[in-house]
Every structure is written in structure tokens, then in C-alpha cells.
């Protein structure tokens, strides 16, 4: 069965910023790998949290090319550049203009059908991301959550927002196969 090909799948790079623990590295590849992506960036990883740790191979299962594959960047800035629209997750309360992800992500693959290229972004899974990464952003983008924990974990932010860009892309596609 052939994968699933759609232009924003090769125009929208995944970043775990200052990721923690190995699992959740290899399961953000395997996360993204399942809706068709493939570019993976990883931002200062904690000593652990490297593609060359077996936790992080027996997480990406079926999607070890997408982990040894992973960018590795010493700053947000460089793993930023030639982005032309950034979207920062964030488990805060209170932040002023954040999107959920499906309307986060249908913004993104209306930016991609422009021209323009994406960067998801996700903090660390203690931390979060910083108040100066979160504001290199374009848009901040929050979950919602029914019960009161802290934050969703850092792969299974990673998988809604991977699925959420498929489900906008597929929409966007069918919507201009009806406009032809």
C-alpha cells in the first residue's frame, strides 16, 4: 500500500525543544510518521533524549528512518530558519490568542497552499517552552483538556497535532478537487 502524499507533508517540520526523556522522542517519530510526515527536529535533547537510545528506537516502531533522520539544533532560532510560520504548543492557562489545533492546523495548511512552510513546536516535557520561545511564534496553540492536569504528554501532543494537519489537509485537497 502506497503512503499517503500531500504537500504538506513535505513543507511542515515537527520540533521537540529540549525534549527529556527518549521514549517520548521515539514516539513523537512514529506520532508523525503515522499521518504521513517525516521531518523531525530536535532542540538541545537531554542526554537521554537522542535517537541512538534504545528506548527511542523501541518507541518509533515502523519509523526509525524518521528518527535517525532527526535534525539536531543547538537553539529554537536555527531549528526556525527558512520557517515562515510558526505554531507553539503551550499547556498554559491564560495566554492571550491561542488556537486550538484544528483551527491551528488548518491555518497551517492554508499557509502551505500559499507558499509558505511550518514549524509545530513543542516544549519540554517538565517546562514546557519558555516564555521567549513561546513568543517566536506566529501562533500559540493549546489542547483543550476536560480534566485538570498540567499538560498532555509531549507524544501525544505531537499525534493530535500530526493528526489534526492530516485531517485539514484531506479537507483542503477535497474541497479544490469540488471547486475544479
Known sequence: ??????????ST???????????????????????????????RPGR???P?????????VKSRDVLEAAERCQNLTDALRDVSLVLATTSRRGVSGVLGPREAMRKAVSHVASGGNVALV???EKTGLSTDELWMSHERVRAPMAADQPSLNLAQAVQICAYELLLAALAARDESRLLR
Open 13 to 43: 517540520r515537527f520540533v521537540l525543544v529540549r525534549p527529556h526523556y527518549p521514549e517520548n522522542v521515539g514516539a513523537s517519530a512514529r506520532a508523525i510518521k503515522t499521518m504521513g510526515f517525516s521531518r523531525l527536529t530536535l532542540v
Open 48 to 50: 537521554l533524549a537522542v
Open 122 to 124: 513543542f516544549g519540554n
Open 1 to 10: 500500500m502506497a503512503m499517503l502524499h500531500l504537500p504538506i507533508h513535505d
Open 52 to 60: 541512538e537510545h534504545e528506548m527511542a528506537a523501541k518507541m518509533a
